[in-house]
């Protein structure tokens, strides 16, 4: 029996096989010079805090959203001006006026005192990038010449634990001091989800720069090692090596 009618029917398969479905692109930034500046390590990291910093945008949406109160408090004409002030405070590594120079986990503390007046929703994503920004040593991008300390991201880790539990049960009168996840009928655990991804990234790169003395030990025993065996012989030692 000839398999030629068959033909067709097993290059659509194969085709099908190769394809690969996207449901989440994958692009990378274009080349900046100053990458030049930046180890494979250095730029893991300022990927971390690109991603992180997404997450705290996406996060301070979703509670504008759902706590309409709080950014009409910070004196904005919509949230999405108040969201832009938060954030560029983050970025900029500058106060927030209305928490009178309180960052990190003072600001965090501070979004759930019962006898805050301001924009919660604002002090509590502001505590949490600055955060970030004071364990990145006070910079969002990291080069060369900077370092990461592994206790302390393991620390901001926890402290993101800790709020992520305040935010789903922390009440005053009865009442959540912040809308954010539900859990009824219909289940909604992106807040969660949010969280949860800011803190794998931290306890990678706290693990990564715990390890990074110990790495580079036996990066230089590998070079001494296998340096012999990696070299080019010149054409000539070559050609005297080859011959009979």
């Known amino acids: 029996m000839s398999l030629r009618p068959l033909l067709p029917l ?4 194969l085709s099908a096989c190769a394809y690969t479905p996207v449901q989440k ?6 080349f900046r010079g100053n990458e030049l500046g930046q180890s494979s390590a250095n730029r893991m990291a300022n990927l971390a805090m690109r991603d992180n910093l997404a997450s705290l945008q996406t996060l ?53 005192d019962p006898g805050f007046g ?40 926890h402290n993101l634990e ?6 789903n049960n922390r009440q005053i009168s009865g009442a959540p001091v912040l809308l954010s996840n539900e859990i009824g009928s219909v ?14 990234r931290l306890d990678l790169l706290a693990e990564l720069s715990d390890e990074k003395l110990r790495r580079s030990a036996i990066d230089f025993g590998q070079s001494l090692i296998a340096g012999p065996f990696l070299q080019f012989l010149p ?4 050609a005297q090596a080859a011959a009979p």
């Open 10 to 13: 097993a290059a659509l398969l």
């Open 25 to 30: 692109p994958v692009a990378g930034d274009d």
């Open 60 to 112: 301070l949406e979703k509670l504008y959203k759902r706590n309409p109160k709080e950014w009409r408090k910070a004196g904005a004409a919509d949230y999405p001006s108040a969201l832009r002030q938060v954030m560029a405070a983050i970025r900029n590594n500058t106060p927030l006026p209305a928490l009178r120079g309180q960052r990190s986990i003072a600001a965090m503390s501070t979004a759930f």
């Open 118 to 157: 301001g924009d919660r929703a604002g002090a509590l994503i502001y505590g949490i990038g600055s955060m970030l920004v004071d364990a990145y040593g006070g910079r969002t991008e990291l080069f060369l010449v900077h370092g990461l300390d592994a206790q302390q991201l393991a620390n901001a880790s």
């Open 162 to 167: 800790v709020a992520a539990w305040m935010l």
């Open 187 to 200: 289940r909604n655990l992106s807040f969660e989800r949010e969280f949860g991804k800011m803190m794998a």
């Open 235 to 238: 054409v000539s030692a070559a």
